[in-house]
């Protein structure tokens, strides 16, 4: 099949708005943790600033995943799913991906600049990341892992540096090993499709077992509640937060990782996004961990 099948102009900008993903920028709304965490969500000028790093990681993130599907247009072709893409399906053609892509990263940048160079920088440290995964660290066993969790990390990390609010060692390290958690879970999911179909799978797949996966994303699930808890705990000891509160938001936020853990234990976590949008019942949990947590920061 050709790279460059021809198809109406219609069909292309359809196929093209698809192939950027914009149902995954859900993703980015972890860029409202560290202003929410940080009970500064209601600032206008945190707003706004919060808002160009959401715009700029959107940005961002449909440009990598254009370039993406472009190198992997022949193996998703081989996918049983991936091979529905509108790039692997022919409807957007390589050229036009990275056109596009080189539009998008310019505009990140453009929107990024508007907050200030502190953003600038966190976007460009998460183009040259995820650029880099595209053109090979994807094949390197671990490398892959950390570097996709990155992007998680650096999204809630975006922020708090754009509305210039200070990161707790524990905001960080929630953030990160709850990146891993479902960096990982993802890629066990990938596994137990290989396994169940055949499917051709990642270089770097080749090189894990399930039972490694599982274990990476068991030990970065135990760190996280465990960070997350401690900050709840600290939260007695200062007199600006409700601490009841604070605890009481530990019983949801274990539940809902368990209730994640459900799906990832079942191969079902291959998108993350989806999980957060199909599970009504994790959506509930989720609602109860954030009222808890809103009223522990706000009343």
Request: glycine share 6%; charged share 15%.
């Amino acid at each position: 099949m050709s790279d460059t099948i021809a198809t109406r102009p219609a069909g292309a900008i359809a196929g093209l708005v698809h192939a950027a993903r914009p149902h995954q920028w859900v993703k980015n709304l972890l860029v409202l943790a560290a202003p929410f965490a940080a009970n500064r969500l209601g600032e206008p000028a945190v707003l706004l600033d919060t808002a160009l790093a959401l715009a700029a990681f959107c940005l961002a993130a449909s440009a990598v995943y254009l370039v993406n599907d472009a190198i992997d247009v022949h193996a998703d072709r081989a996918h049983p799913t991936k091979r529905h893409r509108p790039i692997a399906a022919g409807v957007v053609s390589t050229r036009t991906a990275y056109v596009t892509a080189a539009v998008l990263f310019a505009g990140s940048v453009g929107v990024a600049l508007c907050s200030g160079p502190p953003l600038v920088v966190v976007i460009a440290v998460y183009c040259t990341a995820q650029l880099g995964y595209c053109l090979g660290w994807k094949h390197q066993p671990v490398i892959d892992l950390c570097i996709v969790a990155s992007g998680f990390l650096l999204r809630a990390i975006a922020g708090g540096i754009a509305a210039g609010i200070p990161l707790s060692q524990w905001f960080l390290l929630v953030t990160a090993f709850g990146s891993l958690f479902m960096v990982a879970g993802k890629r066990y999911a990938e596994i137990v499709l290989y396994e169940r179909t055949g499917a051709e799978i990642r270089a770097s797949l080749r090189r894990y077992s399930a039972s490694y996966l599982r274990f990476v994303w068991a030990t970065a699930a135990a760190i996280m509640i465990l960070a997350y808890a401690l900050w709840a705990f600290e939260m007695r000891e200062r007199a600006d937060y409700n601490s009841y509160w604070a605890m009481l938001s530990i019983v949801p936020f274990v539940v809902a990782v368990l209730r994640y853990a459900v799906d990832v234990d079942n191969g079902g976590a291959g998108e993350p996004e989806r999980i957060a949008l199909r599970d009504h019942v994790l959506q509930v949990i989720g609602v109860c961990w954030v009222a808890s947590l809103a009223l522990s920061l706000y009343v």
